[in-house]
């Protein structure tokens, strides 16, 4: 039931083996990392198993969508090789579980996902988001985070509960067949994970970022160019949709700011880390995030922009003590409307 | 009695004594009085008890539920957020119980009785109400930009007078439009709201309404934060329907474009944040503004200042029962000590009432010679230009 | 009692001395669930020489007197159990000395652990004291005389071991000062000379009155941080704890369970608090406390919190909100614990314990464990919330508090601040010689028995 839907041929067939030649966190010889996938496809022992750090990044290194990282999450789940400790991982499947509170709403378009953030839902304000309606809660929770936690059975059991209540809670009797994502981990969910599980989506998803760019075009008569350097940082879940990634460059130009050139954005970009502390590695969170603020500041950027608002609460005060702006992309475009 | 429900979910964890940085006291009865009946965890308890007839209503006791002064340190302050935001409304609540029953402090019935009788808290004729303006040219209101509404103490007090005609020179200077209600305003009616006399409110609200609304008025612009606190939040209930901004939250834009004189010393100031405009209306910035705009003034805060300010004790109908001002060490006291504290020269005020209970506090501190109480707009006026205009014209 | 009152009018005042029926029905009870015990009279003295003068008159009249600070003991220490005068000691909160280069601070016995921490904020930022989680109006005198603890405990032990010294009017009206201010202008210590301030610790104010006191002040860290640890299993606890406390990289250590918020129900945490002047300090510390915890981590049973700033604050507030709060969870300002003091290898019986008992008496409750020193002792608390207004939900509080007592006494711990039902407890237990001993003290020292009387006594 939802089994992965990939072909084991395409990785035994491949020559590069960009999955774990590319990884930023374990180093290969070509030879060694053929071998290690081998193991993977044919659920053995795998170091690739325990020193994974669940960045990510190889669903989009893989050039056949061939899902390398959820392969990984497979085995790890199978061999109980757990990326987490034990009662970490129990507590999170605890906080983040549906409550079973959801009721029938109308909804309008464009109707806003904001997930399982009911703190950011004063992002959604003003013309930005004009007859814009909101849904948010546990019980539409996109639950993509368990690819952290080595739980795909997770994922399997608990998102198709979620898609049917977003479809028959609010979008089906109120004639509306889309949502936007605020969140790029939902984008991803719905668009990549889940027919990855073979599991059918009956809405259409649209990135924040096309909503963003199509609303300032509308509003272009209001735009003040913020005129200013920007960091980005790229979420790891935005590996999934690397197609989306030139809306960040639109949107930058439309608000009027610079991106700043630097080591650690776009296909180089690092993970904020927070994943990492779960890990219980430290001392692998604080290297990464050093290195990726040291980056941001060198370059000399004013602001920091976040799409995913964990790397903003896990990043965030780092930043803002470099003297950098913390920001999400959402309340940038905010900042151009004022 | 409303908000009973709330009564016995106080812990009496003492979180409501204190400002948000636990410098010191900071609730005006229980730093007069001490015994802990006098703090707002005290009171909800002995509220509680009269209510379950546990002990009697004695004079005591009606005296310790007035002496709420309702400066909202204790609103502001409470850890628990399932109720904190309904303390004062219990304690109104319990006041309006004793009004009611007809058992009030002496104090407090005459205040009343000056109220309902003459339409102000001095018990003056309203005949005199526009004595303040004597001698300077101001308008009734016909359309203006604004109406100003002035409030009993800037239209009966001496210090008020001053202070109303300060304002209103202030306003001019920097071509405000606007008018008054004149002989016809009578007392807004917060004290009275405060005081639990809500049959009188009502009837001093909607006299008010019923003129302003009669006169087409669309703004207020009030020179009390009192007067500013219960027409903004309790008019509108009433059919009262307007922008309402204290005086400062106009002149802080205002001044940015004002000419000043370069040839005066500078000055020390720190500003005393009137609870009726801070911890009631989050409104912190309007004054700092208009004190910014002056060149040569240093502000400097006291270390209870903003959402942690020590209330001067005047509000509850205190500036005109004195039901707190009894005692050997009181909140005005103590303000005007910490004034001195910070290296203030001067004592910013945007209240009427604060600037008298201050004034009164530095003169029994032996302090008046250290530390100059003054209103807003007196050190603003003070430091224009003598040939001042505009850009507004 | 009208020449009694007179009398108290001219040494403090009329302003400060009440026996109307609102004072004596609040001073009654403090917000725990023992019942009311109304005194006579309430009196707040300003000064020393206030203080020594009513005790000459309480004496002199055989009345009690029971000495108060913030009345937040929640166990009923501070009720006038055979009437007389509760003396409200927080009018004498001046902070009248800040030693920097010794260390310490002499305040009178009124001074809030609030106002020390904002003053020593203020103007001694490179400073602070071991606050306890209590509300910010506590007393300091109050904390350290029942053997309080807080946030620097784990490295620093009791707060009555952080005491350099006091200054006490005995039940006879002598003003005596103990430690090294006896001869000294410095408040450095309470060695070299017979410590006497033992006389005056954990024995509830049957002893005399603290006026002032000084206690050991300890270097402010710039920056502050905490990890919570969390496993499922309570007999790894004794082991964590031991393994984390020897690293003495921390400046507190308190573990925690609650069946609230849900998912922290059935596990167990342990808060640890540590700071540094640099984040390379900083580093090294945490990094020294995980691998102190490694085998566990490896194995995959235990691990720390992956917690974003945000969510790490309430954990970093000093005093915590957290316990306060406890009160409202039945919606009824309520709550009082049982603190047992005892080995740190009593945790799983003592956690289990909590839960059985708990499970019982129905009641709300919260769990949890303040080490002291480096593993030395614990102060394991059983919080039980209830409902003012609801005299079955109050009274199933007292039961497990009841029974929590009889249980911590018999599985070897002590109640702190124990209560008249646990001071039973204890005296059951109690070597005859030390209780025999106690008494010989007090009778020399109150001659009269004013001293907060009904405390500590046998039926």
């Not at chain 2, 935001?85 to 006041?95: C, E, G, M």
């Not at chain 2, 302003?212 to 009390?224: D, E, F, H, P, Y």
């Not at chain 2, 029962?321 to 945007?350: F, K, N």
């Amino acid at each position: 039931m939802n089994a992965l839907k990939y072909d084991p041929q395409i990785c035994v067939q491949c020559e590069t083996c960009d999955c774990l030649m590319r990884c930023q966190y374990m180093d290969f010889e070509l030879a060694e990392a053929k071998a290690e996938k081998q193991k993977i496809l044919a659920g053995q022992p795998s170091k690739v198993l325990s020193d994974c750090v669940t960045c990510y990044a190889c669903e989009e290194y893989c050039p056949a969508d061939n899902h390398p990282f959820y392969q990984i999450v497979e085995r790890q789940e199978e061999q109980e090789v757990l990326p987490v400790p034990i009662p970490i991982t129990k507590q999170q499947l605890r906080m983040m579980q549906a409550r079973g509170t959801i009721t029938p709403a109308t909804v309008n378009k464009p109707v806003i996902n904001m997930c399982f953030f009911p703190m950011l839902t004063g992002c959604v304000r003003g013309p930005l988001y004009e007859n814009a309606s909101l849904i948010v809660g546990s019980d539409i929770f996109c639950n993509i985070m368990w690819l952290h936690f080595g739980k795909n059975s997770v994922i399997r059991e608990r998102l198709p509960r979620m898609i049917d209540n977003i479809w028959n809670f609010y979008l089906k009797d109120s004639g509306v067949k889309e949502l936007v994502c605020f969140h790029d981990e939902c984008y991803g969910t719905y668009t990549r994970l889940a027919p990855a599980f073979g599991m059918t989506v009956p809405f259409k998803s649209v990135h924040l970022f096309e909503y963003l760019s199509a609303r300032l075009d509308h509003l272009k008569d209001q735009i003040k160019p913020i005129g200013a350097k920007v960091a980005y940082q790229r979420p790891c879940s935005n590996r999934l949709v690397p197609e989306t990634q030139p809306w960040v460059d639109d949107i930058f130009q439309k608000v009027g700011v610079e991106r700043v050139e630097r080591r650690y954005d776009r296909g180089n970009a690092l993970c904020c880390g927070q994943v990492f502390r779960a890990q219980q590695l430290d001392e692998l969170a604080d290297d990464v995030q050093q290195r990726n603020l040291d980056d941001m500041q060198k370059a000399g950027a004013a602001y920091c922009v976040f799409n995913c608002p964990v790397c903003l609460f896990t990043l965030g005060d780092a930043v803002a003590e470099r003297g950098i702006f913390p920001i999400l992309m959402s309340d940038l475009c905010q900042l151009a409307l004022e | 009695m409303q908000y009973a429900e709330i009564l016995h979910r106080c812990f009496r964890c003492g979180y409501c004594k204190l400002p948000g940085n636990y410098v010191d006291f900071n609730c005006p009865p229980y730093q007069a009085f001490r015994f802990e009946t006098y703090s707002p965890g005290g009171r909800m308890w002995l509220i509680r008890a009269w209510l379950e007839k546990k002990i009697e209503l004695t004079d005591r006791l009606q005296e310790i539920i007035f002496s709420c002064v309702s400066c909202g340190n204790c609103v502001a302050h409470c850890t628990f957020p399932k109720f904190k935001d309904q303390l004062l409304l219990a304690f109104t609540a319990a006041k309006e119980e004793l009004v009611n029953g007809g058992r009030v402090p002496p104090a407090i019935r005459d205040c009343l009785t000056r109220l309902t009788q003459s339409g102000n808290a001095y018990g003056r004729s309203p005949k005199k109400r526009e004595q303040w303006a004597q001698g300077i040219e101001i308008e009734r209101f016909d359309n203006q930009d604004y109406l100003f509404f002035v409030g009993d103490v800037g239209a009966f007090d001496a210090r008020g007078q001053e202070i109303a005609r300060s304002v209103v020179h202030c306003l001019s200077k920097n071509s405000i439009s606007f008018g008054l209600l004149g002989a016809a305003e009578i007392s807004d009616g917060n004290e009275a709201h405060a005081m639990g006399e809500t049959e009188l409110f009502h009837h001093l609200a909607g006299e008010n309404i019923q003129k302003l609304n009669a006169l087409g008025v669309r703004q207020i612009i009030t020179l009390s934060p009192h007067g500013f606190h219960v027409i903004k939040n309790e008019y509108p209930r009433l059919g009262g329907n307007y922008q309402v901004f204290h005086y400062s939250q106009i002149l802080a834009p205002a001044l940015q474009k004002a000419t000043f004189r370069a040839d005066l010393p500078p000055l020390r100031v720190t500003y005393h944040d009137s609870c009726y405009l801070g911890r009631h209306n989050q409104e912190y910035g309007s004054a700092r503004k208009m004190l910014g705009a002056v060149p040569g003034l240093e502000l400097v805060e006291m270390e209870r200042s903003f959402q942690n300010a020590l209330c001067c004790g005047g509000g509850g109908g205190n500036l005109f029962t004195g039901i707190i001002d009894s005692r050997l060490d009181t909140a005005a006291r103590s303000r005007v000590r910490e004034a001195v504290a910070s290296g203030a020269q001067v004592l910013a005020v945007g209240c009427p009432q604060c600037a008298v209970m201050l004034a009164d506090a530095a003169k029994v501190e032996n302090l008046d010679r250290q530390l100059e109480v003054k209103e807003l707009s007196e050190i603003v006026n003070s430091r224009l230009a003598s040939q001042y205009s505009t850009n507004n014209g | 009692m009208k020449e009694l009152y007179r009398e108290l009018v001219t040494i403090v005042g009329q302003e400060y001395v009440s026996d109307q029926p609102e004072e004596r029905y609040i001073y009654s009870m403090d917000p725990g669930t023992m019942p009311p015990a109304a005194p006579d009279l309430v009196v707040m003295p300003n000064s020393t020489e206030e203080v020594r003068r009513v005790i000459q008159v309480a004496n002199r009249h055989r009345i009690p007197v029971v000495p108060l600070g913030a009345g937040l003991v929640l166990s009923g220490l501070s009720r006038a159990l055979h009437g007389g005068i509760i003396l409200d000691m927080k009018r004498m909160n001046r902070i009248l000395e800040i030693n920097e280069m010794s260390r310490y601070a002499l305040v009178e016995a009124g001074t809030s652990q609030g106002m020390l921490q904002a003053h020593l904020k203020k103007h001694h930022p490179g400073l602070k004291h071991s606050a306890p989680d209590a509300p910010p109006v506590a007393t300091i005198a109050g904390n350290v005389s029942i053997h309080g603890s807080g946030h620097l405990s784990h490295a620093h032990g009791f707060h009555s071991d952080m005491l350099n010294g006091l200054e006490v009017v005995l039940p006879t009206g002598e003003v005596v000062r103990i430690g090294s201010c006896a001869t000294s202008d410095f408040w450095f210590a309470r060695a070299p000379l017979p410590d006497l301030t033992g006389l005056f610790l954990g024995w509830a104010g049957t002893t005399g009155v603290i006026t002032k006191l000084a206690i050991k002040l300890y270097p402010n860290y710039r920056i502050n941080d905490v990890g919570v640890f969390v496993c499922e299993d309570p007999e790894l606890v004794p082991d964590i704890l031991h393994r984390m406390t020897g690293t003495q990289m921390a400046e507190d250590i308190t573990a925690w369970m609650s069946p609230k918020p849900d998912w922290a129900r059935g596990f167990l945490h342990c808060n640890i608090n540590y700071g540094a002047n640099s984040r390379e300090e900083l580093v090294w510390k945490r990094n020294l406390i995980r691998a102190s915890v490694k085998k566990y981590i490896d194995r995959k049973i235990a691990g720390f919190m992956p917690l974003p700033t945000a969510m790490k604050a309430p954990f970093l507030d000093v005093p915590g909100r957290i316990l306060t709060r406890f009160a409202d969870v039945r919606k009824g300002g309520g709550f009082e614990y049982v603190g047992a003091i005892m080995p740190v290898e009593l945790f799983p019986a003592a956690y289990r314990q909590g839960l059985e008992i708990a499970e019982q008496t129905a009641v709300s409750y919260s769990l949890g464990a303040r080490i002291i020193g480096v593993n030395h002792c614990m102060m394991f608390f059983y919080a039980y919330a209830f409902n003012r207004a609801d005299d079955a939900d109050v009274a199933r509080a007292q039961q497990a508090l009841e029974e929590t007592n009889r249980a911590v006494v018999n599985m070897g711990g002590i109640p702190w601040k124990a209560e008249l039902p646990a001071q039973k407890e204890i005296i059951r237990k109690m070597d005859p010689n030390m209780l025999a001993l106690m008494n010989r003290i007090r009778s020399v020292l109150d001659p009269n028995g004013i001293m907060n009387p009904g405390n500590w006594q046998v039926d």
